[in-house]
């Protein structure tokens, strides 16, 4: 590991990007393995290796890109700031590659209502955060979001992320996120808008 990374009080870790991209899609392949709207987009667990990680670049790799993740041994959360978005078209192209021609409707379905949802005011947008299961429960999840969370109070700024487990809803919930709506396409597992308006 880079001997560069930089420890915040919080404990959540800023890295060498360059040095540290392998680990943090490591740790977001992991978290992820069992999240239901991830795995409704690939069931199959060898697709899922295959093909999250490239997902997961066109998802949050523009945190990635421009220095607004927190990672962390066992955890990571892709901030975008606000004027940033996720990668339309890499996104696109990864469901085209990577899905049955025939779920596309249904998954780009899904992606228009996520779209659909954000706020119009300027807002940081957390698309993807996740811990491996082994270091759940005790409170990197909110390690790695509170760097970004007092920067929005202290500047004004609204958070926005989807929730897709009960599980993170209630973590978000106890940061201060409300659910604006949830979002129900085809049989995809239900996906929850949360917005955070600064304290």
């Known amino acids: ?35 239901p709207p991830v795995r409704w987009m690939y069931p199959e667990q060898t697709e899922y290796l295959r093909h999250f990680p ?25 901030w975008i700031a606000p004027g940033s978005a996720p990668d339309d ?37 957390l698309p993807v955060m996740g811990v491996v299961p082994e270091r759940q429960g005790r409170g990197l999840g909110t390690a790695l979001m509170r760097p970004v969370l007092d920067r929005c109070d202290a500047t004004g700024v609204m958070a926005y992320l989807e929730a897709t487990t ?17 979002i129900r396409v085809a049989d995809c597992p239900p996906i929850h808008p949360m917005v955070r308006h600064p304290l």
Not at 173 to 182: I, N, V
């Open 89 to 125: 078209e890499a996104i696109m192209a990864v469901v085209e590659a990577s899905v049955p021609a025939s779920r596309h409707n249904d998954v780009f379905a899904v992606f228009e209502a996520m779209g659909l949802a954000h706020p119009a005011e300027s807002h940081w947008y």
């Open 166 to 182: 009960e599980r993170s809803r209630a973590l978000y919930s106890r940061l201060g996120f409300e659910q604006m709506d949830t």
């Open 54 to 78: 490239t997902f997961l670049s066109a998802f949050g790799g523009v945190a990635i890109l421009e220095g607004t993740l927190e990672w962390a041994e066992g955890g990571a959360a892709l």
């Open 1 to 35: 590991m880079n001997q560069a990374l930089k420890t915040r009080p919080d404990h959540s870790i800023r890295p060498d990007l360059e040095m540290s991209e392998d680990h943090v899609v490591a740790d977001l392949t992991a978290a992820f393995e069992a999240d």
